[in-house]
């Protein structure tokens, strides 16, 4: 009996079934549904790639870094700058220098070279910041936030500034973020049932033994630093040509603060906990926004988040999953 | 001339942090919490001050009063949030933190809308006299003057007084002060309300200077006063005042002697700051030996 | 029968999942001097913790005798259990580094508010330590090892305690250190505090104790008068290194 479950369990991995409804529930929102609910979903999904990219960074290493935000902003403006036509760019940023004014990138590679060059500058600021510790780790990426915000707002040669860059083009239709979405948590899922993901997990544990053991722990954080990174800079390029609008303003703490409501809530370290966390408070977010408007009580959703995670924080840390899988997506029984 | 308005503005500056600051490093010393907090406790102060003000209550009153209600506040927030949270893992009270400014912010845009107030500031201290040829705001020499009154009323405190030695004892070890038959909750309670009570007093001088408030306006000094508290080395009283002074002439000097382009990257300069020192000098300047990198 | 300062009955304590502390029980009489003798990890450190409150008691109860009252201190805060009249010197010393001399001195008298009392205990304890009172103002992280073994006595004693626990004295010092802080344990003894006392070095331990208890792996395995100890076989093997 148990050897046919198992059989069963390998021939077809529950995460391609899963990513097959997914694409079947794609199908059916695209072709049925309005253009506004289309919009709301992709949202959420695009809340779901930040948020398991987080947990790569955060859940499976133990690391708190805030600094999402700042990637995203980078990765963004690389995309953006990229995609931007080049009769906008003239219009819009009419110092760029030659080699850039005359680029003209097609959606896909724009969104890969913003997550990669948002990837180098996890690599090369990771590199000595990694090694703080918890909390000044966190206040250090929030630094980092601004450093940031601070660069795109005083080169307006190339950013245009604090008007940042808008009429972009919409090109982020919901296909383009499902697969990006089936991209990252399959990345994700991989590295945590790796040798490094268990590794790392083991350093969220206890960091010393690890490093007793002879793991690079150094070299494992960057490395959870860098791919998170990479996902939160390609998140930034599809946020851009999903809203239509860049501004150095776009990706701020409060951004950082909901991702962390979702790793917490969902559980540190848990793949399907984030995603289900991810959907439901983006859900909430999504939902709140044109209340907040018709009431006019902005700042509701976002009142709302805080208390909620301050009451998990005080009744239940360990937040839905913990660090496990739900039980029937798991591959070992 | 220049140097001269430079350093006076530091000095205004300084004072501004230096009142953040050191209530942030007292809650720090004894718990190790991060607390996002209490930059938003000064926004309270700010806007709490515009009320006062609005009832045309005497200065000196609304500056006690604001002393009072935001230790009010500092009580409530640690009741209400971090008591419950005694004994979690350093990270959770800093996420809790972090909850309860987006919280306070979010409040304040709620009652009051995102849209800077204007902060009508009382004829007395618009009056002006000339120092070393420049004319000064008698809110000015107000806020300098009041801070180095209050700084060194809370050294003595906390030097002299049976309980701020308990302050300090409870800070270094929090289990041995227990022995000594500390309440410990009580000495973190102080901690808060103290603490606060600086923040909004700082938020009310802050309005007056400049002129405006709004509900964010309290987040980036809350980081800034904690840039300063590491630079005076986390959980020194003294050392949070000095390091508010360095960050408060650091920022003015910054902005007044480089060019105008480069202006824009004082924020910028402020948290490359904070990463250097906490990679490079992370006791600070006075404070005691402490596990910053892992 | 000399009445029972403080009476410990079946105390169970757990840390974690990890049962540590099974059914110990013990008693200190007024006027003693009791030891609590084990080898490392026996749990003598989690007993006098849990009996100042640090950890939680699964089952068990200890109480404690105030003048005329018989408290039940199980599980209490430790702040109030040390207003009872108990104060433990902890291991490892653990006086405030940051603090003057002077100062952990007076913190350790925070709750009287009998300030001329205060003071002539002070002076007491500036008596047996007079270096102390030499180094009054440095700070307390800048004296050797075995002043702030002083220092953390003489601290212990500034609350006026009933019954002074102290865990390991000896750990960590020279030789002639651990006489000197031994006979003064031996001078407050006689000067009326009633004592329990946690070691690691059984000898020493045995030769200033009325009755001793040994602990092993959560459990009092014997007990006995210090003589009756140090006469015993397998306390000298196991304890004593006399084979």
Not at chain 1, 128 to 137: A, G, W
Not at chain 2, 88 to 94: I, L
């Amino acid at each position: 009996m148990r050897l046919k479950e198992l059989n069963l369990r390998s021939k077809i991995p529950p995460m391609a079934v899963l990513g097959l409804i997914g694409l079947i529930f794609v199908v059916i929102v695209d072709k049925f549904l309005s253009a506004y609910i289309t919009s709301v979903i992709s949202f959420i999904f695009l809340y779901m790639i930040l948020a398991v990219s987080l947990n790569i960074t955060n859940g499976f290493t133990g690391l708190f870094s805030l600094g999402h935000p700042a990637f995203m902003g980078v990765g963004g403006y690389i995309a953006s700058l990229l995609i931007l036509p080049v009769f906008r760019k003239e219009f819009f940023l009419p110092e760029l220098p030659q080699w850039l004014a005359t680029q003209q990138w097609s959606f896909f590679p724009a969104i890969v070279m913003g997550g990669l060059i948002a990837a180098i500058v996890a690599l090369i600021i990771g590199y000595p910041v990694l090694r703080l510790k918890d909390h000044y780790l966190g206040v250090a990426t929030i630094g980092l936030i601004f450093i940031v915000k601070v660069i795109l707002k005083n080169n307006e040669q190339y950013t245009r500034g604090a008007l940042g860059l808008n009429g972009l083009e919409f090109k982020t239709s919901i296909w383009w973020i499902y697969f990006w979405l089936v991209i990252t948590v399959y990345v994700a899922w991989k590295l945590k049932f790796s040798s490094y993901g268990r590794t790392m997990l083991g350093m969220k544990e206890n960091e010393m033994a690890c490093s007793c053991l002879g793991s690079n722990v150094t070299a494992l954080k960057i490395m959870a630093f860098v791919i998170g990174a990479f996902f939160a800079g390609v998140s930034g390029g599809l946020w851009a040509h999903l809203t239509t609008v860049i501004t150095p303003d776009s990706f701020s703490p409060s951004l950082a603060f909901n991702l962390v409501v979702m790793l917490v809530i969902g559980g540190t370290g848990s793949i399907s906990g984030s995603l289900i966390a991810a959907g439901g408070i983006s859900l909430l977010i999504e939902y709140l926004r044109p209340l907040e408007e018709a009431l006019g009580m902005y700042g509701l959703g976002q009142i709302l988040i805080s208390v909620v995670l301050l009451f998990v924080l005080i009744f239940r840390t360990r937040g839905l999953l913990g660090s496990s899988e739900l039980k029937f997506l798991q591959k070992e029984v | 001339m220049y140097i001269t308005e430079l350093i006076i503005n530091g000095l205004i500056q300084g004072s501004l942090y230096a009142l953040i600051a050191i209530g942030f490093t007292m809650v720090y010393g004894i718990l190790r919490l991060i607390n996002f907090a209490h930059g938003d406790v000064m926004m309270i102060g700010a806007f709490l001050t515009i009320g006062l003000l609005k009832i045309n209550l005497p200065w000196q009153i609304s500056m006690l009063l604001i002393l009072l209600v935001g230790g009010a506040v500092g009580f409530t927030i640690d009741k209400v949030a971090f008591r419950p949270m005694r004994g979690a893992p350093q990270v959770t009270g800093f996420i809790a933190s972090l909850a309860l400014s987006l919280l306070l912010q979010n409040l304040g845009i709620l009652l009051f809308s995102a849209q800077p107030r204007n902060f009508f500031l009382p004829e007395f201290f618009r009056k002006t006299t000339l120092v070393f040829g420049l004319e000064v705001r008698y809110l000015s020499f107000v806020i300098v003057f009041s801070t180095f009154i209050l700084l060194t009323i809370l050294l003595l405190f906390v030097k002299k007084t049976k309980l701020g030695i308990a302050m300090r004892a409870t800070a270094e070890n929090l289990q041995v002060a227990r022995l000594m038959g500390i309440r410990v909750n009580t000495t973190i309670m102080v901690a808060f309300v103290i603490g606060s009570g600086l923040a909004a007093y700082s938020g009310m001088l802050w309005g007056g200077r400049y002129g405006q408030v709004d509900p964010l306006m309290g987040f980036l000094p809350g980081l800034k006063a904690f840039v300063a508290a590491v630079i005076g080395g986390v959980g020194s009283i003294a050392g949070a005042a000095i390091g508010g002074y360095i960050l408060g002439f650091s920022e003015i000097l910054f902005v007044g002697l480089l060019p105008v382009g480069m202006s824009g990257y004082r924020d910028a300069f402020v948290f490359g700051l904070l990463i250097i020192i906490l990679l490079f000098l992370p006791n600070g300047i006075l404070g005691t030996s402490e596990e910053v990198r892992a | 029968m000399e009445a029972k300062l403080l009476d410990v009955k079946n105390l169970n304590v757990s840390i974690g999942k990890t049962h540590i502390l099974k059914d110990v029980s013990f008693s200190v009489s007024k006027g003693e001097v009791v030891a609590l003798i084990g080898a490392n990890g026996a749990g003598k450190t989690t007993t006098l913790e849990s009996v100042m409150g640090f950890n939680k008691t699964q089952s068990g109860s200890v109480l404690f005798h105030k003048g005329e009252q018989e408290t039940d201190i199980t599980n209490m805060a430790t702040e109030k259990i040390v207003s009872c009249g108990l104060s433990l010197c902890p291991e490892g010393r653990q006086i405030f580094a940051s603090l003057s001399v002077h100062e952990n001195i007076v913190i350790g008298s925070y709750l009287r508010k009998n300030n001329a009392e205060v003071k002539r205990d002070q002076d007491y304890v500036f008596s047996l330590f007079p270096i102390l009172y030499k180094r009054q103002n440095q700070k307390a992280g800048s004296l050797s090892g075995g002043e702030q073994m002083m220092l953390a006595v003489g601290r212990s004693l500034m609350s006026k305690p009933t019954l002074l626990l102290l865990d390991e004295p000896s750990l960590g010092l020279a030789p002639l250190m651990v006489e000197k802080i031994f006979s003064l344990l031996q001078q407050i003894h006689k000067d009326g505090t009633s004592i329990l006392l946690v070691e690691q070095n059984a000898a020493k331990a045995l030769d200033i104790a009325d009755r001793v208890y040994v602990l092993e792996v959560g459990r009092v395995a014997m007990s006995g008068t210090g003589t009756e100890m140090k006469n015993n076989k397998e306390v000298q093997k196991a304890y004593l290194g006399i084979v």
